[in-house]
């Protein structure tokens, strides 16, 4: 008996000490975080960066890793890349996305590009209002990754590399520290460097590097209403430069709806409770507009020329429709014109861009 006691005291010991290395085992790694400035030549206003959520070099490391893993979905089977690719600007090419078991969801994915920006509420209809508060929703979402973050939180505590991955970022001392609050802020500063990289044609032009081809110059005409013997196409009262978005809420005439309440999706109305916001959708920004087909909230039209032929036939009326939706009674010709300005706005040295790709 006398000789049983030390050796079961020695493997307690043993025990313990095992389990504080493994604790403490963060504390080795190096906590030196790297301020990262946000540097654009576009006119762009700054972007508002929250406090208590600094941008530095490891967190957005950290981001980048955790929006391409699948680790954040209940069966391992999809990340939030698998509905926002970087080759499309971060959209899908679906009407509507699919979730895990390739559950179809409600609307149609959305592009990331310039996201940083948006002050005037996330989603197309605006429910969320920050990106840390966003990408909390798609892990719990059902239709989406259908995960519940307890388990995220302890897949990834009880992984080999995230815990020092969250120590360089954040300076946590242990793997308990790890929480979904510091997995959407890395996510988040991730999505703050997806920035326009300023070589788009359009941007070009104005920078006074390239010129348009005579037909894009009349589709700019046309879209922005620059001289007054050209038709006006209204586009830019809502897609307004340098974002090609006024960030505001407008019904654009999709659906012919008598009553106000019969919109199949309510949209803003749905998250202001006013039924006047009935059919409204976040204008979206359209740069890169001619990467992310299909378009609008239900991705019901596959090409630009319908979009176009959507406007220029003056939408369908509803009590909510913008008053700009109107018969534009454009020739072939410049609906033409208009798409190829369109297409200026293509910017494919982001989309080629190595630091947003998948670093696994
Ligand atoms: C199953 C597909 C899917 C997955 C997975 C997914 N998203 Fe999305 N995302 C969408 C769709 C669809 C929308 C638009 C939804 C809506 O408006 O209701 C959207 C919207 C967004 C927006 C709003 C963009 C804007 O302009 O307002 C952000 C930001 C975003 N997603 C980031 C993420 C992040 C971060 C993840 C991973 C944590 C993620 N998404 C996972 C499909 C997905
Ligand atoms: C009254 C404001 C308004 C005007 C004017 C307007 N749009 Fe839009 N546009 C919107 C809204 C709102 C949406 C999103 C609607 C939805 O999905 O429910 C949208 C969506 C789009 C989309 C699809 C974007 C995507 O990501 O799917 C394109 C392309 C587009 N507009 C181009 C144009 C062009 C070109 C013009 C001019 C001919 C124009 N818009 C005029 C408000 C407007």
Not at 159 to 179: E, K, T, V
């Amino acid at each position: 008996m006398k000789k049983i006691i030390p050796i079961l005291l020695f493997i307690f010991l043993l025990a313990c000490t095992g389990e504080q290395s493994n604790m403490g085992d963060l504390l080795e790694e190096p906590y030196h975080p790297i301020p990262v400035k946000i540097a654009t030549d576009l006119p762009f206003p700054k972007m508002v960066i929250p406090t208590d959520n600094p941008f530095t070099e490891q967190g957005i490391a950290l981001g980048r890793r955790l929006f391409y893993d699948p680790i954040l979905s209940v069966d391992s089977t999809i990340s939030c890349s698998s509905c926002h690719h970087l080759a499309n600007s971060f959209t899908d090419k679906r009407s509507v996305s699919l979730g895990v078991n390739q559950t179809p969801g409600n609307r149609s994915s959305m592009s990331l590009l310039n996201i940083g920006y948006h002050l005037s509420g996330l989603f197309w209809d605006g429910r969320s209002s920050t990106l840390e508060r966003q990408a909390l929703i798609p892990v719990e979402d059902p239709l989406e990754m259908k995960e519940v973050w307890p388990q995220v939180v302890k897949k990834l505590k009880e992984h080999r590399a995230y815990p020092a991955l969250f120590r360089q970022a954040f300076g946590i001392s242990d793997r308990d520290s790890i929480q979904k609050e510091l997995v959407v802020k890395a996510i988040a500063q991730f999505e703050r460097t997806l920035i326009s990289s300023g070589t788009s044609k359009y941007d070009r032009v104005k920078k006074g590097l390239a010129t348009y081809t005579p037909n894009e110059a009349m589709g700019e005409d046309l879209f922005f209403d620059i001289t007054a013997d050209v038709k006006d196409a209204e586009c830019g009262n809502c897609h307004n430069a340098p974002f090609f978005t006024t960030f505001e809420y407008a019904n654009n005439g999709l659906d012919d709806v008598s009553d106000v309440t019969n919109f199949k999706d309510k949209g803003r109305g749905k998250v202001t409770g006013d039924i006047y916001d009935n059919g409204k959708f976040r204008i979206p920004g359209i740069r890169n507009i001619a990467l992310t087909a299909p378009y609008m909230h239900d991705g019901r039209f596959e090409t630009l020329e319908e979009v176009l032929e959507h406007y220029d036939t003056g939408g369908h009326p509803s009590p909510t429709v913008h008053p700009l939706i109107r018969p534009l009674n454009l020739t072939a010709l410049e609906k033409q014109q208009i798409i190829a300005f369109l297409h200026t706005l293509t910017d494919t040295v982001f989309v080629q861009n190595d630091a947003y790709s998948n670093p696994f």
